[in-house]
Each structure stands twice: as structure tokens, then as C-alpha cells.
């Protein structure tokens, strides 16, 4: 009975004397190892508002807006419906867009207020023809610079190319499509359109 005693005495006076395995949080900051998975953070330049971290999150946290009278889509994460699982992260297209960052110490009384969100808004490309919406402009930017050289097969990369250079105004939608429309930004609807009356019916 007494060699057990003097383990457990030994063990205290040596856990006494050794320094805590804990932090010292919250006197003094701790920072997270870095494999941790913090809260998510957009970084609006390699986002392209794809929408892919929206669909992948299990919580529903991270919500998609489109808005086509002002031509803006916005993403908005909701810190309190977020598990920190990390599939936004995992699944971007860009790989960069949305990452876990190392902040986790979010407090708040109030589960609406503005540090328990964190949102981005990318400008969207919609049709000439039907004003629908195609994609954010920076995604239709991100697939051109994959393709190369092949994306001057497309009229809608092309009129990328040329927004580069100089304002390219749109036109408004109409209800004729005609043979011209072929070098406007169309969505693939109205492409396949004008491409099926062109080659089978004429203009």
C-alpha cells in the first residue's frame, strides 16, 4: 500500500514543478497548430463565385445569392450554422478561394451581427438574349486562362479578351435572335438557338 502512495506523491511533485501542458489562453493568445481548422475565409482575389463551396457544405452554412438587376452574385458564410469540416476548402475550384484560416475565438451576444458572417461578391456575365445569368465574370476569366489558345473558339472568352483592351457594352435582350448574335455573350440556350436556326432554318 505505501509504494503506491509514494508513486502518486511523486507523480504530483513532479507535476508541480513541470510547466502546464494547457495554454494560457485566455491571458495570453494561442496560437493553433497548423493543421488546424479555423474559421472559413474568403479571399476575394482567387475567388470566382463558382459556387462549389456553396453546394458542398453539409450545414448549409454558406449561402448563394444571385441578384440580376444590380448583376452581383454574393456568397456569405454563416459562422454560427459552420462546422469548420473543411469541404469548402477541399472542393474549390480554384484552390485558393475559400480557406480555413487560424481565427477561432468568436464571441458574441448576438448571433446576427456582422463578425458572424463573412461574404464576397463577384459581378455576373448574363445573356444578351434572354438576360438570364451565365456565370461571375471572374470564373468565365479563371476557364479562359485554362483553355489557352482554344478559348478563341468560344465568342464568350473572346469578348472577355476584348474587356481586357476596352469597354465592351452589352446590348439589350430581344426577342428575335439573329445571325449577328452569334458574337454576343450568350448563355447556352440562346447559342444552341441561333446555332440550330442558322444551320437548319436560316435567318
Not at 67 to 84: N, P, Q
Not at 171 to 191: G, M, Y
Request: aromatic share 10%; charged share 30%.
Amino acid at each position: 500500500m505505501i509504494l503506491p502512495k509514494l508513486r502518486e506523491v511523486k507523480e504530483a511533485l513532479t507535476s508541480f514543478f513541470t510547466a502546464p501542458y494547457t495554454t494560457k489562453f485566455p491571458f495570453e493568445a494561442h496560437t493553433p497548430e497548423p493543421e488546424f481548422r479555423g474559421l472559413p475565409k474568403y479571399h476575394a482575389e482567387f475567388c470566382v463565385g463558382c459556387g462549389s463551396c456553396e453546394q458542398v457544405c453539409p450545414t448549409r452554412a454558406i449561402t448563394l445569392t444571385d441578384d440580376k438587376e444590380k448583376g452581383f452574385r454574393t456568397l456569405t458564410v454563416d459562422y454560427a450554422s459552420c462546422i469548420h469540416c473543411g469541404q469548402c476548402h477541399e472542393h474549390c475550384i480554384t484552390e485558393k478561394g475559400i480557406q480555413l484560416s487560424q481565427e477561432y475565438n468568436i464571441s458574441v451576444m448576438d448571433l446576427s451581427a456582422p463578425e458572424m458572417f463573412e461574404s464576397v461578391e463577384k459581378e455576373l456575365a448574363l445573356c444578351e438574349a434572354c438576360g438570364e445569368i451565365i456565370a461571375p465574370r471572374d470564373q468565365l476569366k479563371w476557364i479562359k486562362q485554362r483553355l489557352g489558345a482554344k478559348a478563341y473558339a468560344h465568342p464568350n472568352f473572346m469578348l472577355e479578351t476584348q474587356r481586357e483592351f476596352f469597354d465592351v457594352v452589352p446590348s439589350k435582350p430581344k426577342a428575335r435572335l439573329r445571325r449577328e448574335d452569334q458574337i454576343k455573350e450568350l448563355c447556352p440556350k440562346c447559342r444552341h438557338k441561333v446555332v440550330v436556326q442558322d444551320e437548319f432554318y436560316g435567318f
